[in-house]
């Protein structure tokens, strides 16, 4: 057989010996230059990983100073107040914004030591509350140290969404939530952890490494924004911000003991984003297919309405026309008119758990005590809710652009099983969804909506 094939490549010109020679310095070559990526890849990581090291380093001295400048700060006392109490002693002047951010930045180092969330501090919060002192008018926020997921665009700092492409893109202004809430008298702070590529529920990049929950160790903050669950979580921030497309602030809320608020989609817009990371699915487009949103995470509810009343003012409505400008109405806030609500422990389509049946009852039993009216309910066709219109809807491209962003980039092990499942061929997932209708109709549902559109 081996000499029958030597005949043929002699016949066509070829030396065998040469062509094996050629073959084995292919394969070398492409092995050299995949570990020259890898390479690559891994000291854009570490300079990262420096970078933040020296940002945290930075964030102790700036802890220091503030300590020397302004001793006998009540740190215990700062730390047991609501935002809304909080924000009065504040604007009464009987405690400053010194001594505020003094606390939150020590205590979020102290988290951030336990837990991994915290990526970046944003230096020049400092002089922020110098400008403060100057300002006429005190915003709703006056004086308030805030946190802020990673891919919120803040001025001279980069937003990874955990992948390395973005490492050396640094923002060169500050997105639109972030001058609103200066607006009002907020100090962003620091920058929390993602999961690689944000689409994830676990809270973990290979750049900033697994974040941990301040509750339990061994279990995860849950994800998208489970850098700022865990954050809050653990008091090292009163106030924060993620964002949503599938639960993304509403899980790390749930897993942390938090609340957590997804807006309706047009009522807080993703031009609030970073102005690098839009999405790292569809691009643009998941502005317009499926509505990603930015929400504020607290300690309570009534948190989340001052902050949200903080938000819709003037400086949005003019900085991001898009937003109706539609102010918080606090007299429906504060209503106690009696309310028709529907409610579902189960839709069909995801199986809840014992816990979040309970909390549905819970819920249920509470507000019927308080004379409101409850009414069962099924949300129809969840089926083509999500597979047509959620899924297809973020994989308008069958999750190219997905793929595409974490070329030249290390999978976490987390994400893996996600990324694996993508990159099927589409004529191969088709044929799968075929195969398995059958026996597995929801498997086979799911495979056809990762195909995408077209």
């Known amino acids: 057989m081996q000499e029958k094939l030597q005949d043929i490549l002699l016949k066509d010109g070829i030396n065998p010996p040469i062509a094996l020679a050629v073959a084995c310095g292919s394969v070398t070559v492409v092995v050299l230059w995949k570990w020259v990526i890898r390479r690559e890849i891994q000291r854009k990581m570490k300079e990262a990983q420096c970078w933040r090291n020296g940002s945290l380093e930075q964030m102790e001295k700036v802890a220091w100073k503030l300590k020397q400048k302004n001793p006998g700060i009540q740190s215990e006392f700062i730390l047991s107040l609501t935002l809304t109490e909080l924000t009065e002693k504040l604007r009464e002047e009987k405690l400053s914004p010194e001594s505020v951010l003094y606390t939150y930045i020590k205590k979020a180092l ?4 336990e837990v991994n969330c915290v990526t970046y501090f944003l230096h020049g919060c ?14 709703l926020l006056y004086g308030i140290p805030v946190s802020i997921k990673d891919h919120i665009g803040y001025k001279g700092h980069i937003s990874t969404c955990g992948l390395v492409q973005y490492l050396d893109k640094v923002e060169a202004d500050d997105s639109v939530i972030v001058k609103v809430l200066k607006k009002q008298g907020a100090i962003p702070f620091v920058k929390t952890n993602i999961p690689q590529s944000m689409i994830n529920y676990d809270c973990s990049n290979l750049i900033f490494g697994q974040t941990r929950n301040p509750l339990n160790h061994k279990k995860s903050p849950g994800g998208s924004s489970g850098g700022e669950g865990a954050l809050i979580a653990g008091g090292g921030s009163l106030l924060g911000f993620g964002t949503d497309v599938a639960g993304s602030i509403r899980l790390p809320s749930s897993f942390c003991g938090l609340c957590g608020l997804k807006p309706t989609g047009s009522r807080l817009r993703s031009v609030l984003y970073s102005s690098w990371v839009i999405s790292s699915f569809t691009g643009d487009r998941i502005s317009f297919i499926v509505t990603a949103t930015i929400g504020p995470m607290a300690r309570d509810v009534d948190s989340l309405a001052l902050c949200m009343k903080a938000l819709l003012c003037d400086e949005l409505f003019h900085l991001d026309p898009s937003v109706p400008p539609m102010p918080f109405r606090e007299e429906i806030y504060t209503s106690s008119n009696l309310l028709r609500i529907g409610y579902y422990k189960d839709d069909g389509y995801f199986q809840p758990s014992p816990s979040m049946k309970r909390a549905v009852q819970e819920t249920k039993n509470l507000l019927q005590a308080a004379g409101h009216t409850l009414i069962p309910f099924v949300p129809p066709r969840l089926n083509y809710v999500v597979d047509e219109l959620f899924t297809k809807g973020i994989f308008s491209d069958g999750a190219a652009t997905l793929l595409a962003k974490l070329k030249g980039d ?15 061929p589409t004529v191969l997932k088709r044929i799968l969804a075929f195969i398995l209708k059958p026996v597995y109709p929801r498997i086979a549902r799911d495979l056809n909506a990762l ?3 077209g």
């Open 126 to 139: 400092e002089e922020q509350v110098q400008d403060l002192k100057k300002q006429k008018e005190k915003g």
């Open 110 to 113: 102290e988290v951030t030591q």
């Open 451 to 453: 195909c995408g559109v």
């Open 410 to 424: 290390i999978v976490d092990p987390v994400l893996k099983s996600q990324i694996n499942c993508y990159s099927i």
